[in-house]
């Protein structure tokens, strides 16, 4: 199947590169298409991390769509954005992701950060035919919890000699005591600044402002609590699903329950691809 590379200019003048795979109506997902060589793969799962997760969902979805992938998150990381990683700039690159590869109208898939990082996009433009929210609630979102997450994480990063190495634990004990992620202070800075300028975002009166097809989902058993460094934070996803399913429904969310599953375990392809594309096919090929 014919695939094209692209690239586009973000708000701090660097540059991401996408690729562009499939044909039907464009879907963005901001992974990493990329096939991981084994040593890094290997290094990867001794992470916690799916080396072949955004591989394999370009895969599954191709076949019925134009997939628009990149590394947003991989591109943080490597060009780190601390004082400028806010809700409107974030909005801004996934709109000029979609101006470089020619989409005008283009669905977006996003799970956890990500997800929000849609639905501050769906807000802002009339340019999405359908948004899909994974591992974060569009209504009830643990903005709280997060910034005392990322702040600690900071810290951690700010006052150490070495790099910070975190490890949320207890509830995904297998999950998350596995990962052991080196970050540096203007990474870990970036999502300060994410999280401090979403405090005041109350996301029960966005609703009205998203008018695209739009379906959330999260593991049962989505409910991540972080060690004594971070607080004791609880960050809890699946409850404001589960609590306010009805709410969102009749806001006009699809609401999906992934029976038994944790924060990272509802993110892998073979739990999301069953879930999404039989939905996308529904609102956009009919």
């Keep these: 199947m014919e695939k094209t590379h692209a690239t586009a200019m973000l708000h701090d003048g660097s540059m991401i590169d996408l690729e562009v795979q499939g044909q039907g109506p464009a879907l963005m997902i901001p992974v990493n298409p990329a096939t991981i060589k084994a040593a890094q793969a290997d290094e990867m799962q001794k992470r916690g991390v799916e080396p072949l997760l955004g591989r394999s969902l370009v895969d599954g979805l191709r076949d019925k769509f134009r997939v628009i992938a990149f590394d947003y998150e991989g591109h943080l990381l490597q060009t780190p954005q601390p004082d400028t990683l806010t809700p409107i700039n974030i909005a801004n690159d996934l709109l000029a992701v979609a101006d470089a590869a020619d989409a005008r109208q283009f669905a977006y898939y996003g799970y956890s950060w990500l997800a929000l990082s849609g639905m501050q996009l769906a807000m802002r433009t009339d340019r999405l035919t359908a948004l899909i929210m994974g591992g974060f609630p569009p209504m009830g979102g643990p903005y709280k919890a997060m910034l005392t997450v990322n702040q600690a994480t900071h810290e951690i990063a700010s006052t ?11 509830a995904e004990k297998t999950d998350w005591n596995s990962r052991v992620i080196a970050l540096t202070e203007s990474q870990t800075r970036q999502f300060v600044t994410l999280y401090q300028a979403l405090q005041e ?28 460094r971070w607080k004791n934070t609880v960050v809890h996803i699946a409850a404001p699903l589960i609590e306010q399913k009805a709410e969102l429904e009749a806001l006009g969310w699809e609401v999906r329950i992934l029976d038994g599953l944790t924060h990272s375990k509802a993110m892998l392809a073979d739990a999301v691809l069953p879930v999404i594309l039989p939905w996308l096919i529904s609102r956009l090929i009919f």
């Excluded at 029960?204 to 004594?228: H, K, M, N, W």
């Design 201 to 228: 975002f109350d996301d029960r009166t966005a609703q009205a402002r998203i008018t695209c097809p739009r379906l959330c989902f999260a593991g049962s058993a989505d409910r991540i609590v972080y060690g004594e």
């Design 160 to 170: 150490s000699k070495e790099p910070s190495k975190t490890s949320p634990s207890s």
